[in-house]
């Protein structure tokens, strides 16, 4: 198994414009979480799917953050417009309940 | 609501040394408790779990006990080694099964020969 794919690793843009993060979960696992890690605040969970339907967005620090699972391979975080303070390290993450979560190798988005 | 505190670091050892990492939790319910280790550049991978009181889990040479009376789950190796150098992060769950997850804000270990 590949585990938990993101793409892409890095990711430097100027702000004001649109940054898409992607993720392709564990083939079999029905749970997939966006984290964000940053020194100031650690690790937070932004939002979570059950069967690509999102349970929990509370997260999610506001409306220029948005996330979609179309199909159970397939997750977007998208940011727009993206700010300074969006810079950080974005983790997928995905389970079952049989299994522990599983993460991603994360990308990092510095906004510039 | 639930939440993880964990000691403060960096913590430096010398190789061999023992270690422990202090780990406390508030949770409303029977929460499942969680270490996981992060390595430079990677993501977050389990270390060990534990789902009810009086549970040890342990892997590669790390254990922790689920202490309900003091609501904790400290880390602990006997010996720990360079390759033992990560960030490692408490964790809850208060649902069936293992998520989601609440995490502690981590702690860098840094072990040196």
Known sequence: ?112 | GNSVTQMEGPVTLSEEAFLTINCTYTATGYPSLFWYVQYPGEGLQLLLKATKADDKGSNKGFEATYRKETTSFHLEKGSVQVSDSAVYFCALSIYSGNTPLVFGKGTRLSVIA
């Open chain 1, 1 to 112: 198994d590949a585990g938990v794919i993101q793409s892409p690793r890095h990711e430097v843009t100027e702000m004001g414009q649109e940054v898409t993060l992607r993720c392709k979960p564990i083939s079999g696992h029905d749970y997939l979480f966006w984290y964000r890690q940053t020194m100031m605040r650690g690790l937070e969970l932004l939002i979570y799917f059950n069967n690509n339907v999102p349970i929990d967005d509370s997260g999610m620090p506001e409306d220029r953050f948005s996330a979609k699972m179309p199909n159970a391979s397939f997750s977007t975080l998208k940011i727009q417009p993206s700010e300074p303070r969006d810079s950080a390290v974005y983790f997928c993450a995905s389970s079952s309940l049989s299994t522990p979560l599983h993460f991603g190798n994360g990308t990092r988005l510095t906004v510039t």
